[in-house]
């Protein structure tokens, strides 16, 4: 009976989570984004290469064999509302766009049209890789399930539910003009709770994790803006500020950006934090179950000292993630010459060392943060 009961308020609580995200991605996409140039229409498109009428290219060894020069070609407009258009295009290779095109390559293309003039432009931007995520995508799940079974199926749902909280309502709500922190913390919190509790119900186990997972969350990210502050580094100071305060200004728009560096690093320490919360949520459970008589204090002992063993390769882990995404940087600033110092106080460096060392903190405190809150839930409940 009782178990009926948790997998009802499992249930309920699943689809009042799914609800509230449904609400949540209608709110934030009912108004149609707002046009930059009211002439000016850019789409994306396919088109399918029907002949290479010439091309003019050689084969630069000083790097590393590039193409570079240009190829004129015929092509077929496969999407959008110029489907069907034959017309000629420009197509310029170099290092930075080896785009070689063939008869019957499919391209993917920005369409640029002025609505005072007729006609358009067309840019090569890339090969349409539709059929190689596609695949990969299809191994990903077949993978997944086929090794995780019902709970690699309840993963997928989860993850699938991450990615529409991100991208169809943190992105849209942030380009309205609210702010990056406060949206990112609930999407944090919605994932933590839904993700949980389609993998193991509304348990005690499942909500110690829950507990742990935001306390930690909410650590990095205090912990992130504290550094940020001090060092004098905020979304501000990343590449892409610049481009996207003008893109808000020409919308009318008064996009917050200086929460993005902190949010970002919400996001990406959300994963790690959650498996190490969840383990030490499990681990103190099982215990509890095999031995009643555990008092809290040695519950959280033992979870502290299970919890020991994963920080060693979860940090590793963690801080390898944020090493590899920014090894070009590394790289660039090595062959710069600059001296240690130099690269030390660089904005780029000391915003990557704030990323990879938040992230640690959270992992490495949802060990004793998880192990407490479990240990004193079980003795709570059988008082």
């Known amino acids: 009976m009782k178990k009926t009961s948790q997998k009802l ?14 609400l949540g991605v209608v709110l934030a996409n009912r108004a149609q984004p707002k046009q930059n140039n009211p002439y000016y229409i850019i789409s994306y498109v396919l088109v399918r290469v029907e002949e290479v009428m010439y091309e003019n290219y050689t084969v630069d060894e000083s790097t590393e064999n590039a193409l570079r020069g240009s190829q004129s070609l015929r092509v077929l407009v ?16 170099g290092p930075m766009h080896e785009k070689l095109a063939k008869k019957g390559t499919v391209l993917t293309v920005t369409l640029t049209e002025d ?25 990903f799940i077949a993978a997944v399930l086929i090794v995780g079974r019902r709970k690699g199926l309840m993963s997928l749902i989860g993850l699938a539910v991450t990615l529409i909280a991100l991208v169809f309502f943190l992105v ?7 702010p990056a922190i406060p949206l990112t913390l609930g999407v944090c919190v919605f994932v933590t709770v839904f993700c949980f509790i389609l993998l193991g ?60 560096f902190v949010s970002g690093i919400l996001i ?45 390769t ?24 600059m001296q240690p110092y130099q690269l030390l106080n660089n904005n780029d460096t000391i915003m990557e060392v704030i990323r990879a060392i938040a992230g640690s903190i959270g992992l490495v405190l949802a060990v004793p943060l998880t192990a407490a809150v ?6 709570k409940t059988k008082a």
């Open 201 to 260: 119900g509304v348990t005690r186990k499942t909500v110690s994790a829950m507990l742990g997972t935001t306390l930690c969350v909410l650590v990095s990210g205090a912990f992130a803006a504290v550094c940020g502050r001090i060092a004098g580094v905020s979304g501000m100071t990343m590449e892409e500020a610049e481009w996207l305060l003008d893109e808000g200004r020409a919308a009318g728009i008064m996009l917050r950006v200086r929460g993005l």
């Open 115 to 139: 609505i005072r003039e007729t006609g358009y432009q067309i840019s090569v931007v890339n090969y349409d890789y539709t059929w190689l995520l596609t695949g990969m995508l299809v191994l």
């Open 172 to 178: 849209p709500m942030w380009l309205k003009g609210y």
């Open 9 to 22: 308020i499992s249930v309920i609580a699943a689809v009042l989570m799914l609800t509230l995200l449904v």
């Open 78 to 93: 496969l999407t959008g509302r110029h489907k069907g258009d034959v017309t000629l295009i420009n197509n310029y290779l």
């Open 268 to 312: 990406s320490s959300l994963g790690a934090v959650m498996d190490v919360s969840m383990s030490i949520a499990s681990s103190v459970t099982e215990l509890s179950e095999v031995n009643p008589g555990m008092s809290s204090r040695s519950l959280f002992r033992s979870g502290m000292n299970i919890g020991r063993d994963m920080i060693g």
């Open 314 to 337: 979860m940090t590793n882990t963690l801080i390898l993630a944020f090493a590899g995404t920014s090894l070009n940087l590394m790289i660039i600033m090595f062959a710069a010459g």
């Open 374 to 379: 479990a240990s004193a839930r079980f003795k």
